[in-house]
């Protein structure tokens, strides 16, 4: 049996920072050293009176119970 755990990962900020793939490797890592590994990634929507589309990541990562 699998435990699956869901990351939020802003792709933009308000102040123009970007996700960059160095970003992804620190968040696999550190999530790794807990015992998490990575699953997949999936496109999510924030959906607000300012922004709306596409701008998250949802970083799945699983662990055998």
Known sequence: MYSY???EQ???SMLGGR????DL??????????GWEFDRIIDG???SAMT???DVFLVVFKRRE
């Open 5 to 7: 755990k869901v990351v």
């Open 10 to 12: 802003k792709h933009k």
């Open 19 to 22: 996700f960059r793939p160095v």
């Open 25 to 34: 490797e620190d968040l696999l890592n550190q999530h790794a050293m807990d």
């Open 45 to 47: 929507e924030i959906v």
């Open 52 to 54: 709306s589309g596409k």
